[in-house]
């Protein structure tokens, strides 16, 4: 399986950006779709995003949808989130994740096989 690890998170201001990035090692980054979720206390973890290994599809989950840009960069093997015009109410963990699959054939979490740790993103009113 693929290691992931995601440095950055933190605190915003509503309206302001932030991005996050998710760096992978152990296997062939590009044969692995991969996908952003995100999950507050007491509720489950929900998508946000997703890109399929050759970058070409590249769902968004709609409440973030003209706001949030997924990418990847395969020769660095990292995953981005820039995410811009935060509200409050996208604070939350936030997960990286990879699909054992080249093709981008679900965006359900059951569907990932290797998670990040999670990092906090907090947006102040």
């Known amino acids: 399986q693929v290691q992931l690890v995601e440095p950055g998170g933190g605190l915003v201001q509503a309206g302001g950006p932030l991005r996050l990035s998710c760096a992978a090692s152990?296997?062939?980054?590009?044969?692995?779709?991969m996908g952003w979720f995100r999950q507050v206390p007491g509720k489950d973890r929900e998508f946000v995003a997703a890109?399929?290994?050759?970058?070409?599809?590249?769902p968004y989950a709609d409440s973030v949808k003209g706001r949030f840009t997924i990418s990847r960069d395969n020769a660095k093997t990292t995953l981005y989130l820039p995410m811009n015009s935060l509200k409050p109410e996208d604070t939350a963990v936030y997960y990286c994740?990879?699909?054992?699959?080249?093709?981008?054939?679900?965006?359900?979490?059951?569907?990932?096989?290797?998670w990040g740790q999670g990092t906090q993103v907090t947006v102040s009113s």
């Open positions: 994740a990879a699909l054992s699959d080249y093709l981008l054939t679900s965006i359900l979490p059951s569907a990932f096989t290797s």
């Open positions: 890109i399929s290994g050759s970058g070409c599809s590249t």
């Open positions: 152990g296997r062939t980054f590009s044969n692995y779709a």
